[in-house]
Nanobody, 122 residues
């Protein structure tokens, strides 16, 4: 069983930065591609960023490209999302997810965390 626990979400002013972490327990972390998603109130869950098993391949939603960076530390079984130049519209619950195989930009992930709230004040 794979468990994912997100942390790092909080209230931040527009223009500020946050780093989210997602700690993974269970089977071999390096076997999984990882993704970050977010869901704002009344909206569908949307893709934010994804990273391949070895951290070489990354993908980003257009809305965060150039502002967010996804990374992973396989020795710590943790994936990160560095968020800079935050905007009010980045406010959402952020979820990390894992899947076998390569990273994808859809919600086709096998395991999900409970989410962490990010609130950006304008």
């Amino acid at each position: 069983q794979v468990q994912l626990v997100e942390s790092g979400g909080r209230l931040v002013q527009a223009g500020g930065s946050l780093r989210l972490s997602c700690a993974v327990s269970g089977r071999t972390f390096s076997s999984y591609a990882m993704g970050w998603f977010r869901q704002a109130p009344g909206k569908e869950r949307e893709f934010v960023a994804a990273i391949g098993r070895w951290g070489i391949t990354t993908y980003y939603a257009d809305s965060v490209k150039g502002r967010f960076t996804i990374s992973r530390d396989n020795s710590k079984k943790t994936v990160y999302l560095q968020m800079n130049s935050l905007k009010f519209e980045d406010t959402a619950v952020y979820y990390c997810a894992s899947r076998g195989g390569g990273p994808v930009l859809t919600t086709d992930y096998s395991y999900w965390g409970q989410g962490t709230q990010v609130t950006v004040s304008s």
